[in-house]
Each structure stands twice: as C-alpha cells, then as structure tokens.
C-alpha cells in the first residue's frame, strides 16, 4: 500500500503551508500535478478522489510557526505529520528531502498516481483557506493570489503593510 504525499505553500508571501496524504482505493483518471490543472479541473478531482474512498489526512502548518522556524523545518514537518496520520507500506513525496522512512522522488506529483492525488487535495485545501483569509483581508488580494508574490500583491503590501499571516522572511525579501 502506497501513501502519496505532497505540499503546497512553500513560496508564498503569505498563508500556510498544507500537506496531504492519500492512499488510493482505485485508479483514478486523468490525475495530474495540481500546477498543470485549471481550478475547475481541480475542484473535479477532488471531488472524485474523496468520493473514491480514497484515504486522506491533511496538515497545515501556521505562519506562526514558518516566521519561528523556517520554511525548510515546516516543509519536513509536514510530511512527518502526514507519515503519522496513515498506515502504508511505503511513503512517497514529492521532492528531495531527506527524511527517514520517506522516499522522496523528484517530481513524483507528475510520475506517481498517490502523489498527483496529494497535490491535488493539499491545492484544493489551500486555496479554500486562502479564499477565507481574503474574506477578511481582501486588500492583498489572495482571492486571485493565494497569497504569491504577484505585483498587485506587493503593491498592497507597500500601502497597508503586513498583516498576521504575512511570512516576514519572505516579505522583507520581496519588498526589497
């Protein structure tokens, strides 16, 4: 039994980083790395992946916790979090991180069905928090950025300033 894993989160301004995990019940169609799928295309799978019986757990790791400890401990921590959740025989992430009883493979989430399927649940998952975050937020536009470095994004951030769940790390480089 394989249990696929994959984040997404690492390179924004902003917002979490999520992690899934997914042991496949069945194949399922047309899966692909969440990056090379509409959101539509995504929001469809989704639904096809939890409808399958697909088993799933999902991790988030605070901006709170990026700021104290690095992306580079969140981007582990997260697949060791998700290891804990499911039973496999093997674990699978995308990458190449070292982490004990983790094989990471470089771009698993175009090469291994578990994984595409964790890429697109962990997406889903994020931008839904991001839509959220918006909600309260909505001059930094996460709506549309999810909380990337676009140049409208940027610019919010030279008139308001940051906010809690500003990385400021990242946005001290990005504004320089």
Known sequence: ?????????????????????????????????????????????????????????????????????????????????????????????DGNLKIAGIKSVIKADSKVPEVMAASIIAKVWRDKHMQLLHAEYPMYGWKSNMGYGTKEHIAALKAHGPCKHHRKLFIRTALK
Do not use: H, T
């Open 1 to 93: 039994m394989i249990c696929g894993m994959d984040e997404v989160g690492r390179g924004p301004l902003a917002g979490p980083i999520v992690g899934a995990a997914v042991v496949l019940a069945k194949e399922i169609k047309v899966l692909r790395d969440s990056k090379k799928l509409s959101a539509i295309q995504r929001q469809k799978l989704y639904k096809n992946i939890v409808d399958s019986g697909a088993v799933i757990a999902v991790e988030m790791i605070s901006v709170r916790s990026i700021n104290i400890k690095g992306i580079g401990w969140a981007n582990k921590e997260i697949f060791r979090r998700l290891k804990k959740r499911i039973p496999a025989d093997e674990y699978i992430a």
